[in-house]
Structures are given as structure tokens and as C-alpha cells.
T-cell receptor, first 116, second 114 residues
Framework: AQTVTQSQPEMSVQEAETVTLSCTYD???????LFWYKQPPSRQMILVIR??????QNATENRFSVNFQKAAKSFSLKISDSQLGDAAMYFC?????????????FGSGTQLTVLP | KAGVTQTPRYLIKTRGQQVTLSCSPI?????VSWYQQTPGQGLQFLFE???????NKGNFPGRFSGRQFSNSRSEMNVSTLELGDSALYLC?????????????FGNGTRLTVT
């Protein structure tokens, strides 16, 4: 079974600074997706960024980028120029690319606080 | 385009009762998945439906069931409610079950069992 581990229950960052959230996962599969989702107090899970395992290039979306280390099974999220609106719970998630078992497996989350 | 709509937003039920939650996917989306979120267990997959067929099911007891209608709207039902069923239930939709079809989540239904 696949597992996703987020070892930082809480993180804080000063506005305009950079923060990195950690995520490790365990799988015996080679073709999968990794995701970072953001859940603000509104409760809606919002996709921040995704990475396909077969792509070596790290994904980037504006101020958000990942450091994907496939061999180490590590998938960290870097938020640059942090803004107050980035404050939320962040979840790392894994999903197989094909087959019937395509559900998301989530980590336990990291609560990010942005300090003004 | 309207997002994923879940109703109701909040629900309070008593132990032993049953409850039905509703999810309307984004227009054109044919796949709907359900997740349970609790402080203790985190986010756990319940089931996935595509074209009215259950494609995948998580490790939950038979009290949890769901269905999908021809318009892709989905409902999940929990019978004989237990205190531990108190959770945020999230629904997500996607265009297909294909690899490049990202999930779009709703705002969830907060269920409290007393």
C-alpha cells in the first residue's frame, strides 16, 4: 500500500519570505502522480501543483515549485514570496496514473501560518 | 462554469439515524469521488463513480454506500450513524478517469453525529 508522510504538522513564514514544506512517500509503482493541495478555512481542497513521476523536470506554478527526488521518494513544496493568502493547510497526495486504484492517498497535512 | 456543489453544508444527526449527502459535479464531468476527513484519520478515500458505476471503493464498512445518477450527480448514504462518522465529507469530480484528468473538490459537508 502507498503511504504519504508529512513530518511537519505546523510551519510559519514571514510575509515575502520563502518556505519549504516536506513530503515523503512510499510506493513500489513507477508511474504515478504527486500533488500538493491547499485547504483554506473555506474547506475546499485546491490543487496547487502536480508532478508526473516520469517527468524529471520539477513542476512550477508561479510562486510555487517542487523538488521531486524520485529515488529518495521525496516531494517538497517551495513557496516563494509568501503572501497572507497562502496561509492554509497543505496536503501532499499520491495517485497511481492508471488502473482501478486511482484514488488519492493524502499525507496528514502541514498547517502553514504566514506572519505579517 | 460552476464548481463542485455539495449539499447541505452542515448536518447534525443522532446516533442510529441515516444520512444522505449530495454532490453535483462540474458540468461535463463524469467521474465523482468521495473522501472522508477527520482530525484523527485524516483524508480517506470512500468511493469513486464513473458513468453510474462504482469503479473503486475504500476500506469502509457497508454502512457507507453511494450511487451516481445519469446526470453524473452523486449521493452518498451512511446508515446507522456512529459518533465516529462525524467528519467533513468531500466530493471531487473529474472529466474522466483518465490520467490527465485532475480532481476538482467541493466545499464539503460537515456531518456531526450526537
Amino acid at each position: 500500500a502507498q503511504t504519504v508522510t508529512q513530518s511537519q504538522p505546523e510551519m510559519s513564514v514571514q510575509e515575502a519570505e520563502t518556505v519549504t514544506l516536506s513530503c515523503t512517500y512510499d510506493t513500489s509503482e513507477s508511474d504515478y502522480y504527486l500533488f500538493w493541495y491547499k485547504q483554506p478555512p473555506s474547506r475546499q481542497m485546491i490543487l496547487v501543483i502536480r508532478q508526473e513521476a516520469y517527468k524529471q523536470q520539477n513542476a512550477t506554478e508561479n510562486r510555487f515549485s517542487v523538488n521531486f527526488q524520485k529515488a529518495a521518494k521525496s516531494f517538497s513544496l517551495k513557496i516563494s514570496d509568501s503572501q497572507l493568502g497562502d496561509a492554509a493547510m497543505y496536503f501532499c497526495a499520491y495517485r497511481l496514473s492508471s488502473g482501478s486504484a486511482r484514488q488519492l492517498t493524502f499525507g496528514s497535512g502541514t498547517q502553514l501560518t504566514v506572519l505579517p | 462554469k460552476a464548481g463542485v456543489t455539495q449539499t447541505p453544508r452542515y448536518l447534525i444527526k443522532t446516533r442510529g439515524q441515516q444520512v444522505t449527502l449530495s454532490c453535483s459535479p462540474i458540468s461535463g464531468h463524469r467521474s465523482v469521488s468521495w473522501y472522508q476527513q477527520t482530525p484523527g484519520q485524516g483524508l480517506q478515500f470512500l468511493f469513486e463513480y464513473f458513468s453510474e458505476t462504482q469503479r473503486n471503493k475504500g476500506n469502509f464498512p457497508g454502512r457507507f454506500s453511494g450511487r451516481q445518477f445519469s446526470n453524473s450527480r452523486s449521493e452518498m448514504n451512511v446508515s446507522t450513524l456512529e459518533l465516529g462518522d462525524s467528519a467533513l465529507y468531500l466530493c471531487a469530480s473529474s472529466l474522466t478517469t483518465g490520467r490527465n484528468s485532475p480532481l476538482h473538490f467541493g466545499n464539503g459537508t460537515r456531518l456531526t453525529v450526537t
